[in-house]
C-alpha cells in the first residue's frame, strides 16, 4: 500500500468515526484540496468537527455547476434543484426574450445561477438579508443585481408589476426543530436562512402574501417547501387569488408550490 492509499484510508476512518455518511467521497475531495499534509490533517479535523465540506471546498456542486460557498452562507441542498428545474419550466412559457426573474432568500444564488445558464438574457434580482450570502451571490451569477434586506422590501419600484418568475428557498425549519438538524447546519449556517417560524411556513406566507402585487400578469412564483406544509402554502396562496399546484420529485425528497398570477 503506498502512503497515498494509506493517507487516505486514514482520512476516511476519521470521517467515519465523526458520522460522516459519504466518508470515502469526502476523503477524497478532501485530499484533492489539501496542498499540503499540514493542510490536509486541518481539514479533516474541521469536518470531522461538523463543519459543513461545502465551506471546507469553498464550493457546491449544483445541477452541474460549481456553486462558490462562503464559510457562513447557507449551502445549496441536492433537493434545491427540483426548485431550480421548475424556474427553468416556467420561464419557458414567458414570451419576453428578457424575462424578468427574482430569487428571495437567495444564499449563495445557486437557483439563478442555473436559471441564468438556460436565460442569458434574463434580468436577475438577487435578495437575502444576509450581506454576506448576497456577495456570495453575486459571484455566482454574473450581472445579476444584488439586494440586501427583508424580502420584498429592497426591491425598486420599477420591478412591482413586471416580474416573470419569482423563487424562494424560503426558511421552512420550524424553531423547535432547529436543534435537531445536524451540527453542520445548525451551528455553522445563519439561523435566519433556517427558521420558518412555528410550523416553519412564516417566511413563505409572507412571500405569498405580497408577490402578486408584484408579478406580471401571467408570472409564476415557486416556494420549496415540505409535504407537511402544503396544504398551508397553497391555501395561502388560494387567499392571495394565486392559482396553485404542487411538484415533487422523490427521489431527492423534494416538494415546490407553484402559483400563477391569473
Do not use: K
Amino acid at each position: 500500500m503506498t502512503s497515498g492509499e494509506d493517507a487516505h484510508l486514514l482520512t476516511v476512518a476519521a470521517l467515519r468515526a465523526a458520522g460522516c455518511v459519504f466518508a470515502e467521497d469526502e476523503a477524497r475531495l478532501l485530499h484533492r484540496h489539501a496542498t499540503s499534509e499540514a493542510e490536509l490533517h486541518e481539514v479533516v479535523a474541521r469536518r470531522a468537527a461538523g463543519e459543513p465540506l461545502e465551506h471546507i471546498l469553498g464550493w457546491v456542486d449544483f445541477c452541474g455547476l460549481r456553486i462558490a460557498v462562503d464559510p457562513t452562507v447557507f449551502v445549496p441542498r441536492r433537493r434545491t434543484e427540483l426548485l431550480a428545474q421548475v424556474g427553468v419550466d416556467l420561464i419557458a412559457q414567458v414570451s419576453s426574450r428578457s424575462p424578468m426573474i427574482v430569487e428571495l432568500c437567495c444564499g449563495a444564488g445557486a437557483v439563478s445561477a442555473v436559471l441564468a445558464q438556460h436565460h442569458p438574457d434574463a434580468q436577475i434580482w438577487l435578495v437575502d438579508i444576509d450581506s454576506r450570502a448576497v456577495e456570495c451571490a453575486q459571484r455566482n451569477v454574473s450581472g445579476a443585481t444584488g439586494l440586501i434586506g427583508d424580502l420584498l422590501d429592497p426591491l425598486p419600484p420599477h420591478v412591482r408589476g413586471a416580474v416573470d418568475v419569482m423563487c424562494a428557498n424560503a426558511p421552512y425549519v420550524p424553531t423547535d426543530e432547529i436543534a435537531l438538524m445536524p451540527t453542520e447546519a445548525r451551528d455553522h449556517e445563519p439561523h435566519t436562512a433556517l427558521d420558518g417560524g412555528v410550523d416553519g411556513t412564516a417566511i413563505a406566507r409572507r412571500i405569498i402574501s405580497q408577490a402578486a402585487d408584484w408579478l406580471a400578469p401571467g408570472g409564476h412564483l415557486a416556494i420549496e417547501t415540505s409535504l407537511r406544509q402544503v396544504p398551508l402554502l397553497i391555501a395561502a396562496m388560494h387567499a392571495a387569488g394565486l392559482v396553485a399546484t404542487v411538484q415533487t420529485d422523490p427521489a431527492i425528497d423534494a416538494t415546490v408550490v407553484r402559483a400563477r398570477r391569473r
